[in-house]
């Protein structure tokens, strides 16, 4: 009788937490899904973080659409669908976003061969400048005040 | 001289980029069902409950789909303009009562006037998601064929309806 009992309690804890399994399982998801996708109604927050009317009805149509056993880039494209790209918040790369995405690479390229030109350009004024005779005589002069200053002090 | 006409170049190429910016409102997000056939949807008549309304009814007519709220306060801003609309019968505007209480509704177009050819309560918001709505009041253009053509967000102004919804639904009726 007691080890049926056992038996008993042993299956129910094991049903009830498969269930929370299956429970956190599709709420992860719906966490991953909806951190991906930009609220509408305050654009700085996403879908898993707004508290916004829109926000609360597309996490439950997130969640039902899970149930229904869609995949994740069936939800996502669900939204695009109906939102367009701008609730994504990682943008698909096609023409009108090539400027999005290629402009920080091309800023620093145009940077980097800037930066090499200016360098090139100041070696090449330090090296043609040799001291002609003139030039070399004022400096001796010069260095030597400066010697007898320090001697006087 | 050229020395200074680089980074002149890079300084007038940002300023207008920002400047052009500045005059764009970040709160109108393109709608991707402009040119798209408008979204099926059965859905219950306000002041009749019992019975329902599709877009299908409205097959053949060029038609002003409104989504309104009478907990949103900026659609009082447009509704003046509504109800000019029906009274001077250019364009018929069913109305999209968004997530709202089918009283609270009947009791503000009581109190406002009732500019719609027949209001359809969207009482989970779900047909709504299905247009894309994130904003009340929002306004649909729709022709003939049930093509949405053009999509205002937020309170339609005398401006918006004068030199944008009200030629592009003339064009659209020939």
């Not at chain 2, 509504?82 to 019968?89: F, H």
């Not at chain 2, 209001?119 to 299905?130: A, H, K, M, T, Y």
Request: charged share 25%; net charge neutral.
């Amino acid at each position: 009788m007691r080890a049926l009992l056992a038996l008993l309690v042993w299956c129910a804890a094991g049903a009830a937490f498969a269930q929370i399994g299956q429970q956190t399982e599709a709420d992860k998801r719906l966490v991953d899904i909806s951190a991906e996708l930009r609220c509408l109604v305050c654009q700085n927050q996403t879908i898993a973080e707004s508290n916004a009317d829109l926000a609360v009805d597309l996490r439950r149509q997130i969640r039902e659409q899970i149930a229904d056993g869609r995949s994740d880039r069936e939800i996502i494209q669900y939204m695009t669908d109906r939102y367009g790209d701008f609730v994504l918040y990682r943008p698909p790369f096609k023409a009108t976003t090539v400027l999005l995405w290629l402009g920080p690479a091309l800023l620093l390229i145009v940077g980097v061969l800037t930066l090499r030109r200016t360098l090139r350009q100041r070696r090449a004024l330090m090296a043609d400048a040799p001291l002609d005779e003139e030039a070399r005589r004022r400096a001796e002069a010069l260095l030597a005040d400066n010697e007898e200053e320090r001697n006087d002090t | 001289m050229s020395k200074y006409l680089l980074p002149l170049g890079v300084f007038i190429t940002v300023a207008v980029f920002l400047f052009y910016g500045l005059s764009l409102n970040p709160r109108e997000v393109p709608s991707p069902l402009v040119g798209k056939p408008a979204p099926a949807f059965q859905l219950p008549v306000l002041h009749s409950p019992d019975k329902t309304f599709t877009p299908k009814e409205m097959a053949g007519k060029v038609w002003l789909l409104n989504v309104w709220a009478s907990w949103c306060v900026a659609c009082r801003d447009e509704h003046p303009l509504m109800v000019e609309l029906s009274r001077r019968k250019i364009v018929p505007v069913v109305g999209l009562n968004y997530k709202d209480q089918p009283d609270d509704a009947k009791k503000w177009l009581r109190h406002f006037g009732d500019p719609y050819l027949t209001s359809v309560s969207d009482l989970e918001g779900r047909v709504g998601i299905d247009f894309g709505v994130y904003g009340v009041p929002e306004t649909f253009v729709i022709d003939k064929d049930g093509i949405i053509r053009h999509k205002h967000i937020g309170p339609i102004t005398e401006d918006a309806l004068k030199e944008k919804i009200l030629p592009l639904v003339e064009r659209l009726s020939r």
